[in-house]
């Protein structure tokens, strides 16, 4: 890659390293100049860039990415497209997060070019919360270093979530005679919330004497009814192998695997195994709500992750858990995991269709109705609802879409124009999603891809709350707006588009080339109607 100052007589083509002001704007970095940019930054008088040129045996930030994030992601996570060199990961399910450190480490240490940033090994995380980024430093990877970090990674995944299951766990609680009522309830109650907590439930509850015998018997109960894990939670601490819990565990046919844990609090818990069912002897600590080491092995039990002595010994990297003076605040100043923005794509589907003389939306595009053919490629994307607002031929268009998964928002006020439509649209996502896309149902070529990539660029925090397709320059269809700006697009009076915000709002906006001029063609007239079919 050759980087650093560029005539701008010399600049057709290579990538803006810097922010750039011209007359009608700002271009920001990273935009591949075109002829129209870099005549526009003449017009403002600027002389020279900084810029960056791509050689042959260089990988564009974005494929990169791209190509990294898709190997590197396993079950229960999902890529986002990437966008500006980074591609997040984001987990699809409730589990926990489960890393190959190995090579992660190894791909990181191959060059600076290339990053991977990760939460930490089976950390608990929640639907749609990101879990990994991988980040292009510079405008590319050099094509050797990619396909060496695509072979260590090799065909499995770097990571996985490891969903919660719906597991069933049996729990027997001790007792001794100076045992109150209250701190057998108080037990039974923390170790049916942390169960409810992730997913599972809790089958059984046997209370019984502090006796080796009873605690066998029960256990043996537990083992036979099918319930898994098995928790002991004694009246009193477990403090050697052959204390109550354990002579139990063994008595019952099983062994115990390790007592003892380096994690403060949690050190006296108990892990064994009746066949391949999994025993917990539980520290007392568990009856707090705060996280402890119990905690820790509950999560990955229900998670269908098996626990070993070798896994207790090594959670004591981080396993100190306990406030202590010196770190009197240890959270304080952390922020939140990013998680994935709720979307919704709004097509517009109400006009009257006037220059088309006929009802566009149910026109043949390919043996289906165009309106289907547009939502169709909408609900391919990452969006999590697709909306569409009917009006004009409002029941036959609603027909059309028949059996796809959408919601059909009615417009009684579609003949005031297309305005109207985009507040019915707004206000029916409003309050459930980030940001929208307002889509048009003539565009039957904007493919599920450039929805996506639409939805990678969407970054509030970077000034990226509205992000607009172009083509060679030219703005197109369909528009990304943040949920910063519906208030101004629910504000809309007649026949006018949200586009035409964009102009004042243009710190907030960022462009990004469609590579087709799918995102300029609609079927306003029978010819453009033609020209779609046949391209």
């Not at 650093?4 to 007589?9: N, R, S, Y």
């Not at 399910?93 to 090579?103: H, M, Q, S, T």
């Not at 050697?240 to 403060?264: F, S, Y």
Request: proline share 7%.
């Amino acid at each position: 890659m050759i980087f650093g100052p560029t005539a701008i007589d010399e600049a057709v083509g290579a990538i803006l390293a810097h922010g750039t002001k011209h007359a009608g704007g700002m271009f920001k970095k990273g935009r591949v100049l075109s002829a129209e940019d870099v005549a526009a930054l003449r017009e403002a008088g600027v002389a020279s860039i900084i810029a960056a040129r791509l050689g042959a045996d260089d990988v564009p930030e974005d494929e990169a990415a791209r190509r990294v994030s898709l190997a590197a992601c396993g079950a229960g996570a999902r890529p986002q497209e990437a966008f500006t060199g980074r591609a997040n990961l984001y987990s699809s399910a409730p589990g926990l997060l489960v890393i190959d450190e190995a090579r992660v480490r190894a791909v990181n240490r191959l060059h600076e070019s290339l990053t991977l940033a990760m939460l930490p090994n089976h950390s608990r995380v929640s639907p749609r919360q990101m879990v990994a980024t991988i980040n292009v430093i510079p405008f590319a990877v050099p094509r050797a270093v990619l396909e060496e970090a695509l072979a260590i990674i090799g065909p499995e995944p770097l990571l996985k979530v490891a969903a919660f299951a719906p597991k069933r766990a049996g729990l027997v609680i001790t007792q001794l005679p100076q045992t109150k009522p209250a701190l057998v309830a108080k037990s039974e109650g923390a170790i049916r919330e942390r169960l409810v907590d992730l997913g599972a439930s809790l089958g059984k509850v046997v209370v019984c004497p502090h006796q080796e015998d009873d605690v066998r018997a029960a256990v043996a109960e537990m083992k036979a009814g099918g319930l898994d894990p098995i928790l002991v939670f004694g009246a009193s601490a477990i403090v050697d192998r052959a204390d109550v819990i354990p002579a139990a565990v063994t008595g019952a046919g099983g062994q115990v695997l390790h007592l003892g844990m380096p994690v403060d609090p949690g050190n006296l818990l108990m892990l064994g195994r009746i066949g391949e069912t999994p025993v917990v002897g539980v520290p007392s600590c568990a009856r707090s709500p705060k996280v402890n080491g119990f905690d820790w092995v509950l999560e990955r039990l229900v998670a269908g992750l098996p626990v070993s002595a070798e896994d207790l010994m090594d959670m004591g990297l981080g396993g100190l858990l306990a406030e202590i003076p010196s770190r009197p605040t240890p959270r304080a100043g952390q922020g939140e995991i990013p998680s994935a923005p709720r979307v919704a794509v709004v097509v517009l589907a109400a006009g009257t269709s006037s220059r088309m003389g006929a009802p566009k939306m149910l026109a043949d595009f390919h043996g289906q109705p165009m309106i289907r053919a547009t939502v169709t490629e909408a609900l391919a994307s990452s969006a999590d609802e697709v909306v569409v607002v009917t009006g004009h031929r409002g029941d036959d268009v609603a027909a059309a879409l028949a059996g796809l998964k959408l919601r059909i928002v009615p417009n009684p006020h579609f003949a005031e124009g297309l305005s109207s439509s985009i507040r019915a649209g707004v206000a029916a996502v409003a309050g459930k999603a980030d940001c929208v896309v307002i889509h048009l149902g003539d565009m039957p070529l904007v493919r599920a891809q450039l929805l996506d990539r639409l939805i990678a660029a969407y970054n509030p925090v970077e000034q990226r709350s509205i992000v607009v397709p172009t083509f060679h320059g030219q703005f197109g269809n369909p528009v990304l707006w943040g949920a910063e700006h519906f208030g101004k697009l629910t504000g809309l009076d007649g026949d006018r588009g949200a586009r035409t915000l964009i102009a004042s709002l243009k710190a907030e906006a960022v462009e990004i080339e469609a590579g087709s001029d799918s995102v300029l063609r609609d079927a306003d007239t029978p010819e453009a109607l033609e020209e779609l079919r046949r391209l």
